[in-house]
């Protein structure tokens, strides 16, 4: 466990079937930030949090200058590295992973949230559709994926 809640909630769902395709679909196709996404759920689930349209965005401009300058910039270096340097590729999957880490680090201290009992996959919703718009399949199969219960 880490000190950061959200960065421990992330790793775990994150591995769940269909959630890195969900996320990724929803990156590549409209832009979105798969960390304020996995926020987004978070606050719902893990906080039972109910964020404001306008907190999100306050939120998404505060981290928006680590995200374009370092995690976008390494993603698509690691990207381009992609078959045609298996070490170099490792290593710049594990360098974008742990800018994303920093990036949650502050997504969690900016928000201000704790876990508290209470949240669900309804609430998770309700944040990520602030985000993008209600109906969209990724997001639809995103939140079927944080419904059903971890592999043991």
Known sequence: MSENPLWDFSLAVYGRPGVSAACLDLQDRLGQDVNLLLFAAWAGMACNAD????????????VAPWRDEVVRPLR?????AKGEDDALYKRLKAVE??????QQDRLFALSGLTPTPGGGVALAAVNL??????GDPAVMALLAALDTPPEP
């Open 129 to 134: 559709y602030r985000l993008v718009p209600e």
């Open 97 to 102: 992973l742990e800018a994303e880490r920093v």
């Open 76 to 80: 698509a270096v690691r990207r381009r």
């Open 51 to 62: 964020l404001p349209a306008g907190e999100l965005a306050r939120i998404d401009s505060a």
